[in-house]
T-cell receptor, first 115, second 112 residues
C-alpha cells in the first residue's frame, strides 16, 4: 500500500532533549516536506526537499533541521526542543515529475509535547 | 500563490449532496485547484484537483467556473464519515509549486 509513515505518533519530551521524528514513503517520490499544525494557524511548512541531498526552508524553519540522504526518508530533527514547538507534525510527499499537477500525500501525524 | 476563501462551516443532511464553495479570484492560468479534507487530527487526505476542466473521481466532483475564479467540491451522497474540515488550495508555479497553503477550510457537519 502506498503510504507515508511517520514515527512516533505521540511523543512527550522535555526542553532541550534532542529528538528525531522519522518519515518514510514507499512511492519513490522526489519531493518531501514537513508541516506543523497549530490551532488558529493552520498548516505551515517547516522544510522541504526536492530530491536527495536537496533541502530548503519553508515558512517556519527556526529550531528544526532535516536531512535527505535517501529518497524514501526525510527525518525531522529538533536539536534543542522548546515548549513553543509543541504541535502536530505532518510529513508529506509527492512526485516531482508532474510539477503542480501531482497530489501531496500526508502521513498520519506526530503529536509532540515539549514540557 | 493565490489566496482562497471558504465559508467557515456548513451543514448537510446524510444522503444529500454536499456542495462546498471556494473563491480564488486571484488565480493565475497555470495554478491548480486542490481539495483536501482532514478528519479530526489525522493527516490531510487528498480528494481531487483540477486546472480548467471539471473533474470527477470516486470520492467527489470538482466544478471550476469558466473564469476559474471559483470552484465547488461536490460530495454526491454525504455520509456521517464525511464530517471533516475541507481545504481548498491553489497550487502553482509563482515561486514554489511545492508550497501548499492551507487556509482555515470549511468544517462540514453531516447530520443524520
Amino acid at each position: 500500500e502506498a503510504q507515508v509513515t511517520q514515527n512516533p505518533r505521540y511523543l512527550i519530551t522535555v526542553t532541550g532533549k534532542k529528538l528525531t521524528v522519522t518519515c518514510s514513503q514507499n512511492m519513490n517520490h522526489e519531493y518531501m516536506s514537513w508541516y506543523r499544525q497549530d490551532p488558529g494557524l493552520g498548516l505551515r511548512q517547516i522544510y522541504y526537499s526536492m530530491n536527495v541531498e536537496v533541502t530548503d526552508k519553508g515558512d517556519v524553519p527556526e529550531g528544526y533541521k532535516v536531512s535527505r540522504k535517501e529518497k524514501r526518508n526525510f527525518p525531522l530533527i529538533l536539536e534543542s526542543p522548546s515548549p513553543n514547538q509543541t504541535s502536530l507534525y505532518f510529513c508529506a510527499s509527492s512526485s516531482g515529475l508532474q510539477g503542480p499537477g501531482s497530489p501531496l500525500h500526508f502521513g498520519n501525524g506526530t503529536r509532540l509535547t515539549v514540557t | 500563490d493565490a489566496k482562497t476563501t471558504q465559508p467557515p462551516s456548513m451543514d448537510c443532511a446524510e444522503g444529500r449532496a454536499a456542495n462546498l464553495p471556494c473563491n480564488h479570484s486571484t488565480i493565475s492560468g497555470n495554478e491548480y485547484v486542490y481539495w483536501y479534507r482532514q478528519i479530526h487530527s489525522q493527516g490531510p487526505q487528498y480528494i481531487i484537483h483540477g486546472l480548467k476542466n471539471n473533474e470527477t473521481n470516486e470520492m467527489a466532483s470538482l466544478i471550476i467556473t469558466e473564469d476559474r475564479k471559483s470552484s465547488t467540491l461536490i460530495l454526491p451522497h454525504a455520509t456521517l464519515r464525511d464530517t471533516a474540515v475541507y481545504y481548498c488550495i491553489v497550487r502553482g508555479q509563482r515561486y514554489n509549486f511545492n508550497k501548499f497553503y492551507f487556509g482555515s477550510g470549511t468544517k462540514l457537519n453531516v447530520k443524520p
